[in-house]
């Protein structure tokens, strides 16, 4: 079994480098998804990335209870899970509550609006909320998704507890270096999803693994196209999550922390032209509250 690389965040919470990713859809049945996540934990992996929304925490839940039944874990100490408030649940009186459901595999949740119920948010009042998780002992580290360099100026201005992670979009067609050196100055670690451009969903690319430079790079050096883009992640000083339900997959997507990437390769990726692929099309509404996904973005597109 493969040792995974650690990060040590703002919190004191070590993070493994490498996670699973359980964001698909349609959502695959529960059996499906436990049977993968116990895969990946007899793999080596212990990061798990869900979110109510994913509809995913239930399985996830399952695939612990059933590692540690048949001894492939020892505690429930060894992994790290992150879950996610959805949009819906952030109110100041909802982020508890949300969280507790979660905790107890009971928080999926639907995408039941439209972008023209999209209303400010009161950043303040969610975040204290937030700080109360952690002050509980509901969370061991809180964070954030999707925030540009202004909304996390916003948020330092006002937190207590900093965000201890910013969990975004990047892959070599869509790098984020000015958010990453932001992050990077305030002691906010990145994790990147979507390293693979989201392959085999409705919201997804086949944009970075048609990369030419990605293609040029993977023949020179044996690797599949998928781990030059993890690796490239790895090696940007953050961490990453990939979904996969495929035992081989996963084994894959584990075997890149033993090769490098050449300088001159990682030099010819830094000048591939960029462009976002999230692009969040239901929060967007010439009615709403997000005209465009330039607005939405704070003008990071």
């Known amino acids: 079994m493969a040792v995974m690389q650690q990060v040590v965040l703002s919190s004191g919470r070590r993070m493994p ?154 892959n070599p067609i869509w790098q984020q270096r000015k958010l990453r050196d932001f992050c990077s100055e305030k002691g906010i670690h990145v994790t990147a999803y ?25 023949q020179s050096t044996g690797k599949s196209r998928a781990q030059v883009c993890l690796r490239w992640g790895v090696e940007q000083g953050g961490s990453i999550v990939v979904k996969s339900f495929n035992k081989e997959r996963l084994k894959e997507n584990m075997e890149i922390f033993d090769w490098h990437l050449k300088e001159e390769d990682k030099e010819r990726l830094s000048l591939v032209p960029q462009k976002r692929l999230i692009l969040v099309h239901p929060f967007i509404s010439p009615n709403g509250l997000y005209k465009s996904h330039a607005e939405f973005w704070d003008g990071d597109v």
């Open 17 to 170: 480098v490498l996670g699973m990713g359980t964001a698909t859809y349609p959502v695959p049945p529960d059996e499906i998804m436990t049977s993968a996540v116990i895969d990946a934990i007899e793999l080596g992996y212990r990061h798990f990335d869900t979110a109510s929304i994913y509809g995913s925490e239930r399985a996830v839940g399952q695939a612990i209870a059933t590692a540690l039944e048949r001894g492939l874990i020892r505690s429930r100490d060894e992994l790290f899970v992150t879950t996610k408030l959805w949009c819906t649940d952030m109110h100041a009186d909802r982020v508890v509550p949300a969280l507790q459901e979660s905790l107890r595999l009971k928080g999926d949740k639907q995408i039941i609006f439209t972008s023209e119920d999209m209303i400010p948010l009161d950043m303040p009042t969610v975040w204290e909320a937030m700080e109360k998780c952690q002050s509980l002992g509901l969370a061991k580290s809180i964070g954030v998704s999707n925030f540009t360099c202004r909304k996390l100026a916003d948020l330092l201005s006002h937190a207590k507890i900093p965000p201890a992670v910013n969990q975004v979009e990047i």
């Open 194 to 218: 979507s390293l693979l451009g989201a392959i085999g969903v409705f919201w997804g690319s086949n944009d970075v693994l048609e990369c030419e430079e990605v293609k040029r790079i993977a």
